[in-house]
């Protein structure tokens, strides 16, 4: 078997994983759930699972790298778009308003993850991954917060690190706290920020 062919199998496999994982979590809960679970439902016997992960920890984490990965790619999308500062960043929360819609069932593991990530130290690789993540999605909402400056959108004295902390940081991340929130509520106070940066026309 070739090598091309070999990692064809491999990145296979932990897709079915990660699959079965998502459905155990979505089911028992992050806590409630064993890599025995997960690899009865994968197809698998629980010796193989631990072939491709270490433990539920980097399966979790997976998850919500791949998960990031897409966040980088619609908010690198919407920085891209010939438009105001102002409406990029309410172009952020209404897509991340759509992908609830269609992905509520994510919250459950991303909430168990902002509580245990700081217990997964032996995870080196995936943590460096969210890192790298994270800090990409701050530098475009800092890159849009400029360019909402450049062109007028937003007020001059807005602090665009400080904003952007404010809209996503590891912890707490403000447009993400959608996933969790009343939507009604969440709107309220979202307009509230806009309003508050926008600038007097």
Same mark, same amino acid.
């Given at each position: 078997m070739?090598?091309?062919?070999?990692?064809?199998?491999? $990145? +296979?496999?932990?897709? /079915?994983?990660?699959?079965?994982?998502?459905?155990?979590? +979505?089911?028992? *809960?992050?806590?409630?759930? $064993?890599?025995?679970?997960?690899?009865?439902?994968? *197809? !698998? #016997?629980? *010796? #193989? /699972? !631990? #072939? !491709? +992960?270490?433990?539920?920890?980097?399966?979790c984490f997976t998850i919500v790298n791949d998960y990031f990965s897409k966040i980088v790619d619609f908010i690198q999308e919407i920085a891209q778009r010939d438009t105001s500062g102002l409406k990029k960043i309410v172009s952020i929360k209404e897509a991340f308003l759509q992908d609830y819609a269609q992905n509520s069932q994510f919250c459950n593991i991303y909430e168990t993850f902002k509580y245990h990530r700081s217990q997964c130290t032996e995870i080196q690789d995936e943590i460096s991954i969210n890192e790298s993540y994270n800090e990409r999605i701050k530098e475009l909402i800092i890159q849009i917060i400029r360019s909402g400056i450049e062109d007028k959108s937003l007020k001059q004295t807005v602090d665009p690190y400080k904003l952007s902390r404010a809209f996503w940081n590891e912890k707490n991340c403000f447009i993400a706290e959608v996933m969790f929130k009343e939507i009604n509520a969440y709107d309220y106070l979202f307009n509230l920020v806009i309003e508050s940066i926008t600038e007097d026309v």
């Open positions: 070739s090598e091309l062919r070999k990692q064809q199998e491999v $990145t +296979f496999k932990k897709k /079915l994983i990660i699959d079965a994982a998502k459905i155990i979590f +979505f089911d028992k *809960g992050f806590e409630n759930s $064993t890599m025995e679970d997960i690899a009865h439902k994968a *197809g !698998y #016997s629980k *010796g #193989s /699972l !631990y #072939s !491709y +992960f270490n433990s539920k920890n980097e399966i």
